[in-house]
């Protein structure tokens, strides 16, 4: 998962750090259900209240767990009904069978409830991966192009060392450079791949420390034969000083992407006589760093604003509106939160944030909150 601000990441270290204690308080639910049944008359049904500890144990327990904790609460039951001498045996039969009953019941449905939070999850996570390929399939000609030159340049450089060796007598130093510059190319291509490579893959969101002009200058270069294509200039924007957000890279460029390619397309449809732009911001805000990313095209229509981000919401014709709603869950994934803003004379603004620091800060409570929650999850 993805680590939230400072007040939901220390909230969130404090559970991880608490579970000893969440787990000793069960046994002590369970401890105190079991003297109360076996101290009470068989007609009070107390037995009925460990349902209440196996919906706790759901909450923070594996699988295995909750059905140790349901085991041993209808073990404890039959138990306080043998120790028990108060009271009509028979409705202390009767009683016991209602709760182990209730029991069973509760476990199931709690394990199925988890099961279902589960495959929601997985689910979630493969349509965003599926967006993220099907955004890649879109840049597949920039990404070429981008690709196209460093091998071009490798293409050259080697054409040049074979004439530099193939002198009479062999110049070794103009070889040297141009074989330098094979590698350096070769070092871009790879780069670019890998790049590609990140946001094509299945992987676990992973957060750290990065350079949000360095994100957005990676995106802007995947981007770029679309825009060139489109006669379109980008402006990158950086107030107060670099901005270091914490984030999932691959997901952030994902976001941008979708957001660079929908000005584009909204751009792409108009026909003004004035340059057509994109301009991103960065700006830091205490605690957090608001990206914004607009556009010179038409514009959104004000009572619009508030559907754009809601899911198979699209105003394109052959859109299936799950662009914008996927990109505002994974920015409040990661405790920031994104909105729009439009103009229909100077263009559309899409601005989120996302949890910062300045660089060279020192270290902030939501780092310690976040490195001790990676302690407690390892």
């Not at 601000?5 to 105190?32: N, V, Y």
């Not at 699209?314 to 920031?336: N, P, T, Y």
């Amino acid at each position: 998962m993805i680590s939230k601000p400072p007040h939901i990441a220390l909230a969130q270290t404090a559970s991880h750090t608490s579970r000893p204690a969440r787990l000793a308080l069960l046994c002590l639910a369970i401890g105190t259900i079991f003297i109360a049944d076996t101290l009470t008359d068989y007609e009070i049904a107390v037995a009925v209240f460990y349902v209440t500890t196996v919906l706790i144990a759901s909450a923070f327990l594996s699988v295995r767990g909750v059905l140790a904790c349901s085991i041993t609460c209808c073990a404890l039951t039959v138990c306080s009904v043998i120790l028990n001498d108060r009271g009509a045996y028979q409705a202390g039969l009767i009683n016991c069978m209602l709760s182990i009953c209730a029991i069973s019941a509760t476990t199931y449905l709690a394990l199925q409830r988890s099961s279902a939070l589960q495959a929601e999850q997985t689910s979630r996570s493969q349509l965003v991966r599926l967006s993220r390929v099907s955004t890649l399939g879109e840049l597949a000609t920039s990404i070429a192009h981008e690709v196209k030159q460093p091998l071009t340049g490798i293409v050259a450089s080697a054409s040049a060392c074979r004439n530099w060796l193939s002198s009479d007598p062999p110049n070794v130093t103009r070889a040297e450079q141009a074989v330098a510059r094979i590698i350096a190319d070769a070092g871009r291509a790879c780069g670019i791949v890998d790049r590609v490579r990140k946001l094509s893959k299945r992987a676990s969101p992973e957060a750290e420390w990065v350079d949000a002009e360095i994100l957005v200058a990676e995106v802007v270069s995947l981007c770029r034969r679309e825009l060139d294509r489109h006669d379109i200039s980008v402006i990158t924007e950086v107030i107060d000083g670099p901005a270091i957000v914490f984030a999932d890279v691959v997901q952030i460029q994902q976001v941008l992407i979708n957001l660079i390619l929908n000005a584009l397309e909204a751009m792409a449809g108009t026909k003004r006589p004035s340059a057509m732009g994109v301009t991103i911001g960065i700006a830091m805000q205490e605690e957090s760093a608001q990206i914004t990313i607009a556009d010179t095209g038409p514009g959104i229509d004000g009572n619009r604003l508030d559907e754009i981000f809601d899911p198979f919401y699209s105003s394109k014709e052959d859109g299936i509106g799950l662009g914008l709603a996927i990109s505002r869950s994974i920015i409040e994934s990661h405790g920031g939160r994104i909105w729009a803003k439009s103009d229909l004379v100077s263009g559309a603004k899409f601005i989120f944030t996302l949890p910062a620091r300045q660089s060279g800060e020192t270290q902030t409570s939501f780092q310690i909150a976040t490195s001790v929650s990676r302690r407690d999850s390892d």
